[in-house]
């Protein structure tokens, strides 16, 4: 397959609900209250990766429930991962999770989610917008990194790399959970809460709020945590998955666009990869459960085989 030059471009034809440009992030900086900030689902920004012969760190676009329009302004190779959606090319079936070749004025149109939240969208050789940071990351709550694509933006595209495009790879993709069973270990301030209360943690079924986004996942419906000492914290720098409990009791889990703490203590944190992915694609509703860390390994195979099985 030919290499794209380094002048290709796409254009934003619709940008959907929420579309941003997403890579690994800015890891480092959480000691200056900056987010790592990054692709939610790391697997799926990966994968969508892989298939075209990308760097592992190349910028990607991350769309939000019903996709995105883009039109070819010189010819490009493209994949979409993540979320299942329809794809087309100028009107025709095209496909998911596999390179796809758009000539000069093709509109590429990813479609809404039929499953999971987050849809990713890779070019050869990457999008190449000015990095920040050392990241081409849009981080939201800190307004850094590039600004949120609208109708009529044009992204460059950077030249393409050595390694081939590949097939679909037959990799396992895991679909949208219909269960999140998160593995949290926990602390920093744990000893916040009582036994009582930590061991309604375990027993407790939370879902999955509509007031989640890429700065955490917001919980509703569960048993309340309730504190055994009062009195607020100051701000302190969190990791990613960390789970912060508010004053209404129910768990937010930390994501790529988190800030700093807000005075609240945080209970635990759950371990990137997996379990953070399929949160990345849980949908209002979805049941919530925290297990002790120490089943870290059973809990993210037992999301991903409930996702592949649905």
């Known amino acids: 397959m030919r290499a794209d030059g380094p002048r290709a471009a ?12 997403q890579d690994l992030g800015r890891p480092g900086y959480a000691h200056l209250g900056v987010p790592r900030s990054g692709a939610l689902d790391t697997g799926a920004y990966g994968l969508a990766n892989r298939l075209l012969g990308n760097p592992p760190d190349a910028s990607v676009l991350e769309t939000t429930l019903d996709g995105v329009g ?20 100028e009107g025709r079936a095209a496909a998911w999770g596999a390179p796809v070749r758009l000539r000069a004025g093709a509109v590429l149109e990813v479609g809404r989610a039929e499953s999971g939240v987050r849809s990713y969208v890779a070019v050869r050789g990457g ?45 396992r993709v895991p679909g949208a959970p219909t269960e999140l069973v998160l593995p ?14 930590i061991a309604a943690l375990w027993r407790a079924e939370f879902r999955v709020s509509p007031a989640s986004n890429r700065i955490g996942l917001r919980t509703e419906a569960g048993t309340r945590l309730v504190r055994s000492r009062g009195g607020e914290l100051p701000s ?12 209404d009791g129910l768990p937010v889990v930390f994501l790529a666009d988190h800030p700093v703490t807000g005075g609240y203590p945080v209970i635990g944190v759950i371990p990137a990869g997996p379990p953070l992915d ?8 979805v049941p919530v459960r925290f297990t002790p860390c120490l ?8 999301t991903l085989g409930r996702a592949s099985a649905k």
Do not use: I, K
Not at 144 to 163: E, F, M
């Open 278 to 285: 399929a949160a990345a694609q849980a949908r209002p509703g």
């Open 184 to 197: 949290l270990r926990l602390g920093p301030r744990a000893d916040w809460f009582g036994p009582a209360s």
């Open 127 to 171: 999008f190449a917008v000015p990095p920040v940071l050392g990241s081409r990351s849009t981080d939201l709550l800190s307004g850094l990194g590039p600004g949120v694509p609208a109708a009529g933006t044009v992204l460059p595209v950077g030249p393409a790399g050595p390694d081939p495009v590949c097939g679909a790879d037959g990799l």
């Open 70 to 89: 883009l039109r070819a302004l010189s010819p490009v190779t493209v994949a979409v991962t993540g979320a299942p959606c329809a794809v087309r090319v």
């Open 10 to 21: 796409l254009e934003v034809v619709r940008a959907g609900a929420l579309t941003t440009l």
């Open 295 to 302: 089943r870290a390994r059973a809990a993210a195979h037992e």
């Open 236 to 247: 302190e720098g969190m990791v990613l998955g960390a789970v912060q409990v508010p004053p």
